[in-house]
């Protein structure tokens, strides 16, 4: 899935690269999607070229050390032009860490790392960096300070969303965040893609989950927004069941936040299960008024298909049987009677 990232003041190709590294938990990557710049690559078999390119890196910071002499008399600066990471540095872990802590900041708030004017070279000596931490064995306490970081910032994401809860506009305030958030989670996903796999589960990819973790904790206690929300999603529904028209990628967004946040089936569903039946309930007994027999069970028909397209567009494939016995139970089993006396009276 191509994602865009506007707010990144990179060049074409800078973004291109970024782009390939992508994948939420939420939306696999198409077969097509993995392709990278020129050649059909895994992202994990870029991630191992880069660190390859980070070993041909640290053999430059040595050759450097040899002509510069001993560590002490290379300077940051100099450390920094030649991507100076060494093994034995026990201190680069907190010698970097505010660095990576500030940029972390930066793109959780803004979208954009802390230098406005930021390259290639300059994102690749932060996922250096990380690389280097968790080569040497740090992986753990890297994460526990990031996730500090995350518990902090992520949540400040939302708070157009927490501020507009009683707002005609909510709904556009909430995709508008989670979209955000999905696109700085991006971000953070290529500079850490280092961590992938040395977290958790073999192949994990960890700044999702601690991301989705953080909005579980923000939303946890506020069942009375997420109420509104579902209502205010439902709400779109019906309007393309009265006009087909939809904001079709604000409604599967949306739906899968709810996924994710693991409210679906506690909130988001029971609601909008008990909306279908009464939407359906008025509209079949006017339709059942107005057309004979024949045209009302065209209309049946036509109905529950689209309830099951429904389904595969963008509900989840648990609410399928839910909402056939549902949309049945309203169109057919309720009117069964007077379909038969107006089938009678037809003869």
């Known amino acids: 899935m191509e994602v865009d990232i506007p707010m990144l003041d990179l060049t074409e190709s800078d973004e291109e690269e970024i782009h390939s590294f992508i994948q939420h938990d939420d939306e696999p990557m ?9 050649e059909d690559l895994e992202p994990a078999v870029k991630a191992k070229m880069l660190e390859t390119e980070y070993k041909i890196q640290h053999s ?3 050759a450097q050390k040899s002509f510069y002499g001993d560590d002490d008399e290379v300077t940051d600066e100099q450390k920094v032009e030649y991507q100076l990471i060494g093994d034995d540095d ?13 940029n972390t900041i930066s793109i959780l708030q803004t979208g954009k790392l802390l230098d406005q004017n930021v390259g290639q070279e300059e994102i690749r000596f932060l996922t250096f ?20 970081v995350m518990d902090e910032y992520v949540p400040k994401i939302f708070d157009s969303t927490v501020e507009g ?10 995709y508008r965040n989670w979209t955000d958030f999905k696109r700085k989670l991006d971000i953070l996903s290529y500079l850490y893609m280092f961590l992938n796999g040395r977290i958790g589960v073999r192949g994990s990819r960890p700044i999702w989950p601690m991301g989705i973790s953080c909005l579980i904790k923000l939303f946890e206690d506020k ?7 579902a209502e205010k999603i439902i709400d779109l529904i019906d309007h393309e069941r009265k006009t087909t028209e939809i904001d079709f990628p604000k409604i599967k967004s949306l739906i899968i936040m709810f996924s994710n946040l693991r409210q679906y089936d506690s909130i988001f569903e029971p609601k909008f299960i008990l909306a279908t039946s009464k939407f359906y309930s008025i509209e079949a007994a006017s339709k059942f008024e107005e057309t004979d027999l024949p045209g009302y069970i065209a209309y049946s028909n036509m109905r529950i298909a689209e309830e099951a397209n ?3 567009r963008y509900l989840n494939s648990s609410s399928k049987q839910k909402l056939y016995r549902t949309v049945h139970s309203k169109i057919v089993d309720d009117l069964c009677d007077q379909m038969i006396i107006k089938g009678a009276d037809t003869l």
Request: overall charge negative; glycine content about 6%; charged content about 35%.
């Open 310 to 312: 429904r389904v595969e």
């Open 90 to 102: 026990k201190d680069y872990f907190d010698d970097n860490w505010e660095k990576i802590r500030s």
């Open 60 to 62: 430059r910071y040595v």
């Open 223 to 229: 069942f009375t927004l997420l109420d509104k929300i």
């Open 30 to 38: 198409d077969a097509d999607d993995q392709i990278g710049v020129g």
């Open 165 to 174: 809860e009683n707002c005609d506009d909510l709904v556009d305030r909430v």
């Open 129 to 148: 960096a990380v690389a280097d931490i968790v080569n040497n064995g740090q992986a753990d306490s890297l994460t526990s300070r990031l996730r500090g």
